[in-house]
């Protein structure tokens, strides 16, 4: 059965204060891990898929890492509107479903 | 263009009725997921559609579920005799492509309130 764990539950950042979301994983056969931001009564909104160890992907802010066992979301800088809470997925084996972690609620103060 | 879309947003019901949550995907998506998101959790895979074709439902909690999407685009879940503990919020996404690797992009989610 597949498996995500996120840490920390909640981090709180000032400005520019830079710093990293840790998801770790374990499936049988990744197929993609999954990256995706939630604001309050939204749904999630896709960041980043990576699909195999050593790749990297950037946005803005954000850059993701992956590596065979977790993958961690790097935010330099944050900004007050970075404030969400950023959900970890992975998909693996023949299923089409995604697990997902129960995220991390990330508060960045001004 | 338009993103994934769920009707209702809300709906509150009384212990023992059916509803009805339809979710319209993204236009030429050719899979649909439904999800269940409890407070302060990652979305719980439900069920998933290749076109019209019902071809995971491992996640729907019991027999009261079902869902049907006959025409290959909009979908229906359907829940029997509502219970106090299916009170959640509902998420449909959709991807492009035949699941595997493919980005699922979620609609805003059907808030369940059973009384």
């Known amino acids: 059965e597949d498996q995500v764990t996120q840490s920390p539950e909640a981090l709180r950042l000032q400005e520019g204060e830079s710093s990293s979301l840790n998801c770790s994983y374990t499936?049988?056969?990744?197929?993609?891990l999954f990256w995706y931001r939630q604001d309050p009564g939204k749904g999630p909104e896709f960041l980043f898929t990576l699909y195999s160890a050593g790749e990297e992907k950037e946005k803005e802010r954000l850059k993701a890492t992956l590596t065979k066992k977790e993958s961690f979301l790097h935010i330099t800088a944050p900004k007050p509107e970075d404030s969400a809470t950023y959900l970890c997925?992975?998909?693996?084996?023949?299923?089409?479903?995604?697990?997902f972690g129960k995220g991390t609620l990330l508060t960045v103060n001004p | 263009g338009a993103g994934v879309s769920q009707s209702p947003r809300y709906k509150v019901t009384k212990r023992g009725q059916d509803v009805a949550l339809r979710c319209d995907p993204i236009s030429g998506h050719v899979s649909l997921y439904w999800y269940r998101q409890a407070l302060g959790q990652g979305p719980e895979f439900l069920t998933y559609?290749?076109?019209?074709?019902?071809?995971?439902k491992s996640g729907l909690p019991n027999d009261r579920f079902s869902a049907e999407r006959p025409e290959g685009s909009i979908s229906t879940l359907t829940i029997q005799r509502t219970e106090q503990r299916d009170s959640a919020m509902y998420r449909c996404?959709?991807?492009?492509?035949?699941?595997?690797?493919?980005?699922?992009?979620f609609g805003p989610g059907t808030r369940l309130t059973v009384l």
């Open positions: 559609f290749n076109y019209e074709a019902q071809q995971d």
């Open positions: 996404a959709s991807s492009p492509g035949q699941g595997g690797t493919d980005t699922q992009y």
């Open positions: 997925a992975v998909g693996g084996g023949s299923n089409y479903k995604l697990t």
């Open positions: 499936v049988s056969g990744l197929r993609g």
